[in-house]
């Protein structure tokens, strides 16, 4: 079964610092993955995608690593910002055609 | 470009009402996505759209949930008879590809049944 899972579960972290945010998923034959943020009672932002011949993206202050052979994905928050706080997902795409399957998420709290 | 619509953007119905969320994509995005969140869950998908085709309908729960696309450009998702397990946010998605095109969501549709 394709699964994917996200920890922590919850962070908060005082602002200006830097934090990584950990993606696991089963089955490292994947096609792509995407990260989103939500903030509360709105939609899906994507952050960054990366294909499965890329091993990182990077866009601003955020830096997404991939790492197919031991399943992982890592999202780098550098100097973060209260601005920054909502909750990171991970999703994965497992071929061509088919759809994202979604971690649970990182709720994240950056205090000022 | 306009990004991806969605209406409206919540709905309290009673059980056993019928409910349609609608969801207007990406002008040229050929593919379309619903995907929910019920309580307490991750996001799942719900079906996918290729112009007017379902592609995949698997994520679909049961017989009360009904997707269209008629023309290709907009789609709705009635859900008849609303029952409460059916509350939580349904999301809409657009993507030009089914490849390497990253999706973009849609704001999302709070439904509540009470």
């Known amino acids: 079964k394709q699964e994917v899972t996200q920890i922590p579960a919850a962070l908060s972290v005082p602002e200006g610092e830097n934090l990584v945010l950990n993606c696991s998923f089963t089955?490292?034959?994947?096609?792509?993955l995407q990260w989103f943020r939500q903030d509360p009672g709105k939609g899906l932002t994507s952050l960054l995608l990366i294909q499965s011949s890329q091993r990182e993206q990077t866009s601003g202050r955020l830096n997404a690593s991939l790492d197919k052979s031991s399943g992982r994905s890592t999202l780098y928050i550098a100097a973060s910002q209260p601005g920054d706080s909502a909750t990171y997902l991970c999703?994965?795409?497992?071929?061509?055609?088919?759809?994202?399957?979604f971690g649970p998420g990182t709720r994240l709290s950056v205090l000022p | 470009e306009a990004g991806v619509t969605q209406f409206p953007s919540h709905s309290v119905i009673e059980k056993g009402q019928t409910v349609t969320l609608r969801c207007d994509p990406i002008?040229?995005?050929?593919?379309l996505y619903w995907y929910r969140r019920v309580m307490g869950k991750e996001i799942k998908f719900l079906l996918h759209?290729?112009?007017?085709?379902?592609?995949?309908e698997s994520g679909m729960p049961n017989n009360r949930f009904l997707a269209e696309r008629t023309g290709g450009t907009y789609s709705t998702l009635k859900v008849q008879p609303a029952e409460l397990e059916d509350s939580g946010v349904y999301f809409c998605?657009?993507?030009?590809?089914?490849?390497?095109?990253?999706?973009?969501f849609g704001s999302g549709t709070r439904l509540t049944v009470v």
């Open positions: 002008s040229g995005h050929d593919n």
């Open positions: 999703a994965v795409k497992y071929g061509y055609g088919q759809n994202f399957v």
């Open positions: 759209f290729v112009k007017e085709s379902k592609q995949d």
């Open positions: 998605a657009s993507s030009r590809g089914q490849g390497h095109a990253g999706y973009t």
């Open positions: 089955d490292s034959a994947i096609y792509n």
